[in-house]
């Protein structure tokens, strides 16, 4: 894992950032709106950059001098009344994958719950996101909840 460093984000890192955060999009089920998916997407990374409490963590990979990736993670409250560690987003720029710098933000994250005493940590994405979940399987993570959708037709009683 050289190459590159973790660390906090900095208020300088905003905009690599918010450029960053429209690969949150890929995955998406095709029958979304894309245009409301990219608006909830910047939402959800602003809203993540606007917190800067003790739960809420926020940390960027920077690899020759760039932002290279970033994750956001949070504590949410399971439905048995654990508190979990939740990563909101997880995002790694096309030309830094592979290079151990998506694995090193989960790695931080992990750090960062350990350190608030949580025993579990969560995410989300899209079923038809697979190198994703993929990914999220290598690092240990298994399937807990599945949504599932149907399309509803105007017309269908």
Not at 62 to 71: K, T
Not at 116 to 140: D, K, Q, S
Request: proline share 4%.
């Amino acid at each position: 894992m050289s190459g590159f460093t973790v660390r906090p984000c900095l208020p300088e890192d905003r905009d690599p950032v918010l450029a960053l955060a429209q690969r949150l999009t890929e995955g998406v089920a095709p029958w979304r709106d894309p245009d409301a998916v990219a608006a909830a997407v910047l939402g959800w990374v602003t809203t993540s950059l606007e917190h800067t409490d003790d739960d809420h963590g926020t940390f960027v990979a920077v690899r020759e001098g760039h932002v290279a990736g970033f994750v956001t993670v949070t504590t949410r409250t399971h439905f048995t009344g654990q508190r979990d560690a939740y990563v909101g987003e997880l995002v790694v720029s096309p030309d830094a994958e592979r290079t151990g710098v998506g694995s090193a933000l989960v790695g931080a994250a992990e750090s960062w719950a350990r350190a608030r005493g949580l025993r579990h940590m969560t995410l989300e994405t899209g079923a038809a996101n697979l190198r994703a979940r993929a990914f999220y399987r290598a690092l240990g993570f298994t399937d807990e909840d599945v949504r599932l959708s149907k399309p509803i037709s105007a017309g269908e009683t």
